[in-house]
């Protein structure tokens, strides 16, 4: 498979949505079946990277969800 990227700033900029410190990972998912097993496999990958390159990637944590009755998930 060969893959075109178009980028408007130059490579590893700090404006894209994905720029930051910190990302969450969750595995609190339920728009469709196959989220949750998509997401057990990146977890193993990021294991994986973390194994190669001897860096630590992610800690693990748990994840208190709150809303208000009027902002329920659908
Ligand atoms: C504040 C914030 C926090 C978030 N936190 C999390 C989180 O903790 N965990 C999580 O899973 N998700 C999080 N998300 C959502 C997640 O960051 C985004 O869904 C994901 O990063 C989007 O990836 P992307 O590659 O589609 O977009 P981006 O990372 O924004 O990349 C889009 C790229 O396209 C380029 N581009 C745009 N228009 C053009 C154009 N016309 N020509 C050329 N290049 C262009 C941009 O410069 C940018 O580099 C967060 C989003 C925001 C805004």
Do not use: N
């Not at 997401?39 to 693990?60: D, I, K, M, N, Y």
């Amino acid at each position: 498979m060969q893959v075109l990227g178009l980028e408007q700033f130059s490579i590893a900029h700090d404006k894209g949505s994905s720029h930051g410190l910190s990302r969450i990972i969750r595995l609190a998912y339920h728009e469709h079946g196959s989220y949750v097993p998509l997401l057990r496999s990146a977890f193993q990958l990021w294991r994986e990277l973390e194994a190669e390159t001897g860096q630590v990637c992610g800690a693990p944590t748990r994840l208190l969800w709150r809303c208000t009755k009027s902002k329920t998930m659908a």
